[in-house]
Structures are given as C-alpha cells and as structure tokens.
C-alpha cells in the first residue's frame, strides 16, 4: 500500500509479479538505492528482416513490439514484430496482420489501455504523415484499424510521444516536409466516441525540436530533455530539460535549472536521438544518443524532477552495455526491466543485439 500511495497504482501493478521473487522492501529499495543494477545482454532467436533502421518500439505488457522503419534504398517499411520475453527462448515472430498502415519511418509507436498499439506521423512513400492506426494485440487476428480524427496536427516525423493516463496519446515537436522544427503538443484520447485532437494551448513553449524525448512521472507529468532544437537561426543539439503538468487547469512548460552535485558530472552532454526510461519511482535515466564529440556514449544520466533543486548524477553500471549507438529504441518491461534494441555505431546497423539495464535483482527471479 506504501508503494502504491506513493508510484501509483499502475505502477505497482506493472512491478507486482517481481514483488513474488523479491518482496515489496526488497524491491522497493533496489530501485530506490539502484544496489542491484546492472547490464546484461540477451541472445534472443529469429529476426527482422528486411534488414532496417529508424523504426520504432515499444513494450506491451512483457512483450517487445516493433513497427515500420526505413528499409534499402530509403524504403518506407510497414510490417510488425513481436518478441515474448515470457518465453523460455525468446524468438522475433512476425505479426500476420489483415491489414497494415502505409509504411513508414520516423514515426512514434505506444502502447495504450495495455494491449493496443498506436501508429503515429513519420514519413512514407508521398511525404510526411500525420495518420493514426491502432491494433489490438491480444485480438484474436490482429488487424491495424485506422482512426479518423479530428483537428490533425501537422504532417510530421522525428517528433517524441508518450502516454498518460493510460488511454491519452501525446505527441511533440518534431519536424515538416519543409524542414521547419516545431515545438507544438498534441494530446489525443482514443477513449471517447469520437476521437478529436486537442492542442496543449500555452503561453510559452520551449525551442521548436526533434529527436528529443518525453518521459511521464507522476500520472501526468512529462520531463522533455535533448534534441535538436533551434538555437536563434541555428539548429544545434540540446541539453535543455523541462517539465509540465498535463493534470494543471492552465499547463506550462517549466524550465529546469541544474545543481551539480558530488555524484554529478554536471548536465548530460548535449544530444538527440537518444533513450529515456522512467524509473516507478519517478526518476529518469538518459543514455546514448548522437553526442557530439568524445563524450562517453555509455555513460548513465539520472535526475529526479519532483526534488526542489534537480541533481543531475551519473550511474557506474557494471555489466555488458550497449555499443556507442545512436537511433536505438527503449522499452521497460514489467517496471524494472529496460531493453535496448537497435541502434547506428557510425558504421553499421546495430539489428539483433538486446541489452538490458535490470533495475532490481533479475538472477532472483526465473527471467
């Protein structure tokens, strides 16, 4: 009850089955004092094939979801995958679907009310999208069904989502046909009869962007951090953070100020295309991303947005991590385990290989 009063009900009842290997205290000081994380790689069968780059994924329940990407020759991909991390040897399975979207790349993919998948924007075989498909997974034939909403925002790719609530999509920035950054955000319910666009009106928006990263904490707080965003005239890579409170009668974007503590190495290098994970108890790691320079790509960022002076610190996690990537996609899994798949190291495409940062004591449990 501790637990749930303070991450949630969601929360709790994503962690609940690591809860029967390890216990509420265990559990909930490992992911306070992150004693037991660690790195470690994951030899998984199958494949994604064709072969791809900027898809993107996302995690249902504890199952690997993955959609879309570019293909040889710039080819807009629109077939779906699935890996069961529930399975004794997990293997990729292509989805066999009645329908699918147009293909695409550089779009975002989320999951909703914990079986749905939603496909939004990126770029297709006629330019720029601002579409919207979902598919039920745990339908007995899974059929991607487009949503005819109302009030679109504009055609798009390279912008961030994330959900809250459960059932609400968010989207932000990202970039036009025209290569114009934005810096609007979109909120869409797909729970009611007739599903409408609403523009998160304010009186103030951090620099137009892409690449950047969304994360939730605390029901419907959102923590943006990267990016390429426009700096006057120029385009330059980010290390801004801000906050906003979508639950607020009036949300406004917040900036974050940065104290350096003796953990802390100062702000994250600037970057885009990075990953971000909320953490259930609030906090968030940043990790890789395109960084200019000879900063370490596998170094570990946290921050905690709800402190009065944010810290930002950096994590030693031993173990195997990734390689230098960028363009890599993130999904947690039942609270505590955060997968990393894909991802550019300059020289090739980066496809198989699946890193996992634990979060709690994983050789206690059967995963």
Same mark, same amino acid.
């Given at each position: 009850?501790?637990? @749930?009063?303070?991450?949630?009900?969601?929360?709790?009842? $994503?962690?609940?089955?690591?809860?029967?290997?390890?216990?509420?205290?265990?559990?909930?000081?490992?992911?306070?004092?992150?004693?037991?994380?660690?790195?470690?790689?994951?030899?998984?069968?199958?494949?994604?094939?064709?072969?791809?780059?900027?898809?993107?994924? %996302? $995690?249902?329940?504890?199952?690997?979801?993955?959609? *879309?990407?570019?293909?040889?020759?710039? @080819?807009?991909?629109?077939?779906?995958?699935?890996?069961?991390?529930?399975?004794?040897?997990?293997?990729? %399975?292509?989805?066999?679907?009645?329908?699918?979207?147009? *293909?695409?790349?550089?779009?975002?993919?989320?999951?909703?009310?914990?079986?749905?998948?939603?496909?939004?924007?990126?770029?297709?075989?006629?330019?720029?999208?601002?579409?919207?498909?979902?598919?039920?997974?745990?339908?007995?034939?899974?059929?991607?069904?487009?949503?005819?909403?109302?009030?679109?925002?504009?055609?798009?790719?390279?912008?961030?989502?994330?959900?809250?609530? =459960?059932?609400?999509?968010?989207?932000?920035?990202?970039?036009?046909?025209?290569?114009?950054? &934005?810096?609007?955000?979109?909120?869409?319910?797909? #729970?009611?009869?007739?599903?409408?666009?609403?523009?998160?009106? #304010?009186?103030?928006?951090?620099?137009?962007?892409?690449?950047?990263? &969304?994360?939730?904490?605390?029901?419907?707080?959102?923590?943006?951090?990267?990016?390429?965003?426009?700096?006057?005239?120029?385009?330059?890579? /980010?290390?801004? /953070?801000?906050?906003?409170?979508?639950?607020?009668?009036?949300?406004?974007?917040?900036?974050?100020?940065?104290?350096?503590?003796?953990?802390?190495?100062?702000?994250?290098?600037?970057?885009?295309? +990075?990953?971000?994970?909320?953490?259930?108890?609030?906090?968030?790691?940043?990790? *890789?991303? /395109?960084?200019?320079?000879?900063?370490?790509?596998?170094?570990?960022?946290?921050?905690?947005?709800?402190?009065?002076?944010?810290?930002?610190?950096?994590?030693?996690?031993?173990?195997?991590?990734?390689?230098?990537?960028? =363009?890599? /996609?993130?999904?947690?899994?039942?609270?505590?385990?955060?997968?990393?798949? =894909?991802? +550019?190291?300059?020289?090739?495409?980066?496809?198989?290989?699946?890193?996992?940062?634990?979060?709690?004591?994983? @050789?206690?449990?059967?995963?």
């Amino acid at each position: 009850m501790v637990c @749930q009063n303070a991450w949630g009900r969601e929360v709790t009842s $994503a962690l609940e089955p690591m809860t029967k290997k390890l216990g509420w205290g265990r559990l909930a000081r490992e992911l306070t004092t992150l004693e037991a994380v660690c790195w470690r790689k994951l030899t998984v069968g199958g494949a994604v094939e064709p072969s791809r780059c900027n898809y993107s994924a %996302c $995690a249902v329940g504890n199952r690997l979801v993955l959609f *879309g990407g570019e293909g040889v020759n710039m @080819q807009p991909m629109n077939d779906t995958f699935v890996l069961n991390l529930d399975d004794k040897n997990p293997v990729w %399975c292509r989805v066999s679907v009645n329908s699918s979207p147009p *293909g695409r790349w550089g779009h975002t993919l989320s999951c909703l009310n914990r079986s749905w998948l939603v496909v939004f924007g990126g770029c297709g075989r006629q330019g720029l999208l601002n579409d919207v498909f979902v598919l039920d997974l745990d339908a007995k034939q899974p059929t991607w069904k487009e949503v005819l909403v109302r009030a679109p925002p504009l055609p798009r790719s390279w912008h961030s989502s994330c959900t809250v609530e =459960g059932s609400k999509l968010v989207i932000s920035g990202g970039c036009t046909d025209a290569g114009v950054l &934005l810096s609007d955000m979109f909120l869409l319910d797909l #729970m009611t009869e007739e599903p409408v666009w609403r523009e998160v009106s #304010m009186l103030w928006a951090p620099p137009s962007r892409l690449g950047h990263s &969304l994360s939730v904490y605390g029901g419907a707080k959102i923590f943006m951090f990267g990016g390429l965003a426009m700096s006057g005239h120029l385009q330059l890579r /980010s290390a801004e /953070s801000y906050t906003i409170n979508l639950q607020d009668e009036k949300p406004k974007w917040t900036q974050i100020g940065y104290g350096v503590g003796s953990q802390s190495g100062g702000v994250p290098p600037p970057r885009l295309d +990075h990953v971000a994970v909320s953490m259930p108890c609030g906090r968030i790691i940043i990790f *890789g991303g /395109s960084i200019a320079g000879l900063n370490s790509p596998s170094q570990l960022f946290l921050i905690d947005p709800c402190e009065e002076k944010p810290l930002w610190r950096t994590l030693s996690v031993p173990g195997w991590p990734p390689k230098l990537a960028w =363009g890599h /996609s993130t999904c947690v899994v039942g609270g505590t385990r955060v997968l990393v798949l =894909g991802g +550019h190291t300059g020289e090739e495409w980066i496809l198989n290989e699946l890193h996992e940062l634990c979060l709690a004591s994983w @050789q206690d449990s059967d995963i």
